[in-house]
């Protein structure tokens, strides 16, 4: 009896979690399909009370009087604290996108998979570590030498009174992680400090820009065969409510290796296109005949020759105002690389330095599966809204 009472239950459970949908911030109701979501985010989505109703995002009064902008599929500002700049060179494509927090700073965790990361100051992410608070996440071009646009983030937070208490100076905490973009434009022209500043004092909590700017402006998709056949990568964002009144949004800079496809088809979207320029070529199947294994002169040249293992990385910012500490907001982070999975084939390969942080804005009580779930899901949307902004155009 208890067993078919359990039986039951569950499957109550299930239909009345397909039914729970969550609606992204700013798209239609139409466009909410139940194929969105894997099973694990319909239970998360339950266990959350999520009803289908759309809600709009929770700002407090006063704080951002002037009308809100919002992308098709919601942006990372939706979240409450989070404010986003770009500054780039479209001449050289590259550029540095600067992420700020509001000035009490936000939790912040790290998760970096890829086996070619360029970072700074992610160490002190670690939930053994003493600081507890971020003020701005920078994404950057360039390279290491890119590293230095978060110099500027630092000066424009510094005159601002923003940053850490020492007792005699406020320190302004700002993690940053960087792309390879050297090859694509003017290698001589990198992010620098001033551009770091411009990007912040470009920061709105309007909706992102998204496409071939900041960070992404020379980012490119699928590179096993050269940028020459390459697909432009770029810029994505995407956001959720949830009816504990918690929003999710994430930010990413696609650079990857390996291609964009569409999760529910298997569909290509970008990525390394064939030798006569008609199709895609499909990275990962190109993998699996063992040109990087046979290690004769032909696979040797196309592995050294034609591409650099430290030319590719996917960068990306979680955001919720839900309440984290470090622990649960690098949990979230480690979540959220499953969307990279799901969206970027192969991923976190050896010739990647994928990084995700997750912040946390706000003091809003919600289950951090929930969050990590649709953390994920919402990557996967931003990197196909990448993908699908590429598919028509032609790399230049």
Known sequence: MRASFALYLNRALYIAAKWAICVPLGSDVRRCKRGNYDSITYVAMAQDRTTRKKLLGQRKPGADPKPRVRASEGSLTDVFGIRVGHAHNIEARTGCTVVLCEADGAVA????????????????????????????????????????????????????????????????????????????????????????????????????????????????????????????????????????????????VVNSFGDIVDPASGQILAGARSQDGRGWLDTSREIERGAFARGDDK?????????????????????????????????????????MARAIRPIHTMFDGDTIFALSTGAIKSDVTTIG??????????????????????TR
């Open 299 to 339: 696979a040797n040249h196309w592995q050294g020759a034609l591409f650099s293992a430290i030319e590719n990385t996917t960068l990306a910012v979680v955001a919720t105002d839900a309440a984290l500490t470090k622990a649960q907001a690098r949990k979230i982070a480690s979540m959220a690389h499953d969307g």
């Open 109 to 252: 965790g790290v998760d970096v998979r890829g086996a070619a990361p360029g970072t700074r100051e992610t160490d002190l992410l670690d939930p053994g570590n003493l600081v507890e608070r971020v003020h701005a996440i920078v994404l950057t071009g360039g390279s290491v030498f890119g590293l230095d646009s978060a110099c500027g983030v630092v000066r424009y937070l510094e005159e601002r009174g923003v940053g850490f208490e020492t007792g005699v100076a406020r320190v302004p905490i700002v993690p940053a992680a960087v792309i390879f973009d050297l090859a694509v434009g003017d290698s001589r022209v990198r992010p620098d400090s001033q551009m770091g500043y411009e990007a912040s004092a470009r920061a709105t909590s309007d909706a992102v820009e998204e496409g071939a700017v900041g960070a992404g402006a020379g980012a490119m998709v699928g590179k096993i065969l050269g940028a020459g056949r390459a697909s432009a990568g770029g810029v994505g964002t995407a956001s959720m409510k949830l009816s504990s009144g918690a929003t999710v949004g994430v930010l990413v």
């Open 373 to 394: 779930s649709v953390a994920a899901n919402l990557l996967s949307l931003a990197i196909i809204r990448v993908g699908r902004r590429a598919r028509a155009r032609k």
